[in-house]
């Protein structure tokens, strides 16, 4: 008994979890998420839905929203008329098979079957065929990925889920795991019908509440929705594309480890709506460290730890042109961040405490600007392994990758960032002496202009080759 339930366990994971959970890490011939500057995607799954798809077509109507509907056959076949007006409003129709059952349950010829039934349903109601299929909760088959089945149809699956198919997650809920993923290129999944297994009837009612907050709050960061097919077209002429397989296998990985270690050590985010910087307080546990003002940095004393979110700096390298065009990007961001980290930390009676800011990076000289002091970091275990990984690091998110690390070998040298917490709040926080923050803002700007036009390069070159954790 014991064995032939090992079997079928091994069988059926073979059949549907392990492509799935390949689908999923790798985004192998599915497409999950988009890499667009100002679009999002909003996808609905399992209707038409006569009391409530009305009701959202009116809602991205007024918004000026596009979506993309997973229509299950089934639903399209009954209300044709919604179909219909889908289609009319421009929106993307795709399948989401004949009923709403999961492929793991059924035999390949059947799904094959569902799929082509749905399909001309909706060919006959808009007189257009579908290209886009998204399987029920999303558990993709080994025949689902055989390359004549994808060939002719795209697989999409989605980025964020917020179990909007439970009534009792209520609009508040709802809304605020929907703004946290609220970013460009997400595909964000909800339904518009909750008479599927698993769903509550009346759960949409609370999506549609939930979503119009999320539109307004889109409007005013001035992000759009877009058609899926819409965002797979702007990816396929993205600068991500052109990266060869393995090395996005490499990012991927390295993406989900950075999130585990956010998670692990409770990293916040100054800016959950475009995280760009992470800290957290933690006890320094370095050399001891005197910097010219006196203020003294020992083990035990706590620190506040900086980290670049680095799928930020992953799409930023990526893009940019040029590496002085990634430093001056950097740059931006930062004039931005670090007045809003400056609120975090006054916020944060543990942060206050803190000695100094921190951080490990191998910019050289660009944080001096900011009114970071840079310490070499003792030889050792940790300064070697900081090494490795900012190299590591570096080979993935430079524009010029690999070549580049070779040429400059010689300057990645990780350093240590430091900076006295209330010099920071004095230069950044809106409530600081106004004087203070002025002067130090002309200091800087002295300081700058000083620099130019040979310091900048420099700056710029160095940062480019440096992006990891500070
Ligand atoms: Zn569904």
Redesign the pocket.
């Known amino acids: 008994m014991q064995t032939l339930l090992l079997w079928l366990f091994y069988i059926s994971s073979f059949y549907a979890f392990i492509p799935g959970l390949i689908t999923r890490i790798f985004g192998f011939r599915v497409f999950r998420r988009g890499s667009t500057e100002h679009e999002y995607a909003l996808t609905f799954?399992?209707g038409p839905d006569p009391q409530y798809t009305p009701q959202l077509l009116d809602l991205l109507k007024k918004y000026d929203a596009k979506a993309t509907f997973f229509v299950v056959g089934s639903h399209a076949e009954q209300h044709p008329e919604l179909v219909k007006r889908m289609y009319d409003e421009g929106h993307l129709i795709g399948i989401?098979n004949y009923v709403?059952k999961s492929n793991w349950l059924m035999r390949p010829a059947t799904v094959t079957k569902q799929i082509m039934k749905t399909d001309k349903i909706i060919h006959s109601i808009t007189g257009e065929r579908s290209l886009y299929y998204r399987p029920?909760?999303g558990i993709v088959n080994l025949f689902d990925l055989n390359k004549k089945r994808s060939g002719k149809f795209k697989i999409v699956l989605w980025s964020a889920m917020f179990g909007d198919w439970r009534e009792r997650i209520g609009a508040d809920r709802l809304t605020e795991r929907m703004l946290q993923k609220l970013h460009p290129g997400e595909v964000l999944l909800l339904h518009d019908c909750g008479t599927?297994a698993g769903a509550n009837p009346d759960a949409p009612r609370q999506m549609l509440i939930a979503l119009e907050r999320v539109l307004e709050e889109a409007k005013r960061q001035g992000l759009k929705s877009i058609r899926v097919d819409d965002m797979i077209k702007a990816k396929e002429n993205s600068p991500e594309k052109k990266l060869s397989f393995s090395k996005l296998a490499i990012v991927r990985l390295w993406l989900l480890w950075e999130a585990a270690f956010h998670k692990m050590f409770r990293l916040k985010t100054v800016n959950p709506y475009d995280p760009m910087l992470h800290y957290r307080v933690r006890k320094y546990s370095g050399q001891k460290i005197e910097l010219e003002d006196g203020t003294v940095l020992d083990k035990g004393d706590q620190v506040v730890e900086l980290h670049f979110d680095n799928e930020k700096l992953f799409r930023f390298g990526v893009r940019s042109r040029s590496a002085v065009h990634l430093a001056i990007h950097l740059i931006r961001t930062m004039e931005k961040e670090f007045p809003a980290l400056a609120q975090c930390i006054l916020e944060d009676p543990k942060a206050m405490d803190a000695k100094t800011l921190y951080g490990v990076t191998m910019v050289n000289r660009g944080p001096e600007q900011f009114g970071f002091r840079i310490v070499d970091l003792k030889d050792g275990l940790f300064s070697r392994s900081s090494r490795l990984y900012l190299k590591f690091l570096l080979s993935v998110i430079h524009p010029s990758g690999q070549s580049r690390l070779k040429e400059q070998s010689q300057q990645l040298v990780p350093k240590m960032l430091l900076m006295p917490i209330g010099e920071f709040l004095e230069r950044y926080a809106e409530s600081g002496s106004h004087r203070h923050h002025h002067e130090s803002r002309r200091r800087r700007n002295e300081q700058t202009e000083q620099n130019e036009p040979n310091d900048l390069n420099l700056t710029a070159q160095e940062l480019e080759s440096s992006t990891p954790a500070i």
């Open positions: 799954d399992d989401h709403h029920p909760w599927t």
